[in-house]
């Protein structure tokens, strides 16, 4: 007797979906291959790239995908720095989330319904207009989207004061194992039903399941904001500058921090007139209403000038803006130094930062590295980066080695492996440090109760 034959599984999804949304060409399928991760990973060529335009064509493409046992790995903008939406199994699916992009305001109860291929700036730019904030302000805003935020957890320098992506997440529809639909939350602020699920889909980074609809949560718009630059002349001056302005009562709404190998790097990009002699520099703004950003200003200088630190504010807009494009250039600034970059984005307890800070550039002495740290100093979530000649193995070794060293660091004093890129790819063997044996093994079975097939995402963040 013939068997049945079976069908091959992309014609499924394409007789499911309409070829129109199912693409398998080769130029494709490689484009869909990459992230912006800027060291070598683990990578294969999907089968095809799936672009649905509704909560249904998820549904039926995770169906197929379900039973025809087909890997599916979730994109946003492919701007992830540790490869989240890449994909590593060969008869993979990428499913690209930017034909998902409509959302609705409800200016009302100040939230929103947003689909996941949003862009993040154009929701900010939308919501703005309307009187209202939506904070979380990644340095990719500009092209990353609300799915990908949401599934990385980002954040930027504003979320020192505002919070992370988290705490905007009000609820969250999603297609997990067999193409079962979960809804959690609604827009409402008080909400204490039974276990968050919403909180665990939020930086779970496509391993659950993928992500249709958003609720999120909207603020007033502040009225006004004042920029202002410190310049040190020790990395010891900076820990002390900043417990001393986040224990004065004013909070800024960023604290940004940058050493001498940062400034210089910016400066030799594209030049902005920082000076090139400072050990260090803060670049500090408040937000609120006009006079109290003048008065909170106004204290921070007084407060660093009793530590001998030089402030500037910035008196017009325009000049507080090429402070931040300094600051938002350092990535390609970085990229010009030399042609690899380890980039690690660990976090400290902000009382441990004065210790860490030249224990940090010790690590790198020892392996004879150039190390470039920067970031959102105020929650303690440093960037660190480690240069190296790609073409140079021995070096990338170093290099490879010292963030091990910067890993045990960042835990030694109770930090974390990650504030921000999340573990995809290339974290994956730092997350049990931080865990420990009991709280991996209920990382993996919260995976499975999800997934238990493992086809969301495999190979991220756990290794089951
Ligand atoms: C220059 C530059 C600056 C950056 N600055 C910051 C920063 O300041 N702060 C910060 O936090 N990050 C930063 N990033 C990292 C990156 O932009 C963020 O992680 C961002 O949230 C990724 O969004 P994306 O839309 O590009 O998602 P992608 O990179 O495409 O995907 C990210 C993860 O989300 C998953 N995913 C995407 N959509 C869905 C969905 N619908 N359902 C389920 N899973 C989904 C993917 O599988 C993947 O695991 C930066 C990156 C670059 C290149």
């Not at 799936?50 to 492919?78: M, Q, T």
Request: aromatic letters at 8%; a neutral charge; charged letters at 25%.
């Amino acid at each position: 007797m013939l068997g049945v034959l079976k069908k091959d599984p992309i014609k499924r999804l394409i007789s499911a979906l309409g070829k129109e949304k199912v693409n398998t060409s080769i130029v494709e399928r490689k484009l869909y291959s990459y992230d912006a991760t800027p060291i070598p990973i683990e990578r294969a060529i999907p089968s095809a790239v799936i672009f649905p335009e509704s909560r249904e064509d998820v549904i039926k493409l995770v169906e197929v995908c379900y039973e025809e046992n087909i890997p599916i790995f979730p994109r946003g903008a492919g701007s992830g720095l540790t490869g989240g939406a890449v994909p590593t199994r060969e008869n993979g699916v990428v499913v690209s989330f930017e034909r998902m992009t409509s959302f609705e305001v409800d200016v009302d109860n100040a939230t929103a319904k947003v689909q996941p291929g949003v862009v993040t700036y154009d929701f900010q730019q939308h919501v703005e207009k309307l009187g209202l904030f939506y904070p979380p302000d990644p340095s990719s805003f500009k092209y990353s989207t609300i799915g990908g935020n949401i599934a990385e957890n980002a954040g930027g320098p504003r979320c020192l004061k505002y919070g992370v992506t988290r705490e905007y997440v009000l609820g969250i529809e999603a297609v997990i194992k067999e193409g079962k639909t979960i809804k959690t939350g609604n827009p409402i602020l008080k909400d204490v039903a039974g276990y968050d699920i919403t909180k665990l889909f939020v930086g779970s980074e496509g391993t659950l399941g993928l992500l249709t609809e958003a609720t999120l949560k909207l603020i007033p718009k502040p009225q006004a904001r004042a920029t202002a630059l410190a310049l040190f002349k020790s990395l010891e001056d900076v820990g002390k500058a900043v417990t001393r302005i986040m224990t004065s009562g004013i909070f800024p709404s960023a604290l940004e921090f940058m050493d001498r190998d940062a400034i210089k790097a910016v400066e030799d990009y594209k030049p902005v007139g920082l000076p090139k002699d400072a050990e260090a520099l803060l670049l500090i703004e408040v937000d609120g209403s006009k006079t109290a950003v003048k008065e909170q200003i106004e204290e921070v200088k007084g407060l660093l000038a009793q530590l001998g630190v030089e402030v500037k504010v910035a008196q017009s807009e325009e000049e507080a803006q090429k402070l931040w494009t300094a600051r938002k250039n350092l990535g390609p600034a970085l990229g010009n130094l030399k042609t690899g970059k380890i980039n690690e984005d660990i976090v400290f307890p902000r009382t441990y930062l004065a210790e860490a800070l030249p224990k940090l550039r010790k690590i790198a002495k020892k392996y004879d590295l150039l190390m470039v740290i920067f970031g959102h100093i105020g929650d303690g979530n440093l960037h660190v980066n480690f240069l190296y000649d790609k073409t140079d193995k021995e070096e990338e070794e170093r290099a490879e080695r010292a963030v091990d060293e910067v890993f045990e660091l960042a835990l030694s004093y109770h930090g974390s492996i990650t504030g921000e890129h999340g573990v995809g790819l290339t974290k994956k063997k730092f997350l049990r440090w931080q865990f420990g044996d009991t709280g991996y093994e209920l990382l993996k079975g919260i995976k499975l109760l999800f997934d238990p097939k493992n086809l969301f995402n495999p190979g991220k963040v756990i290794e089951l």
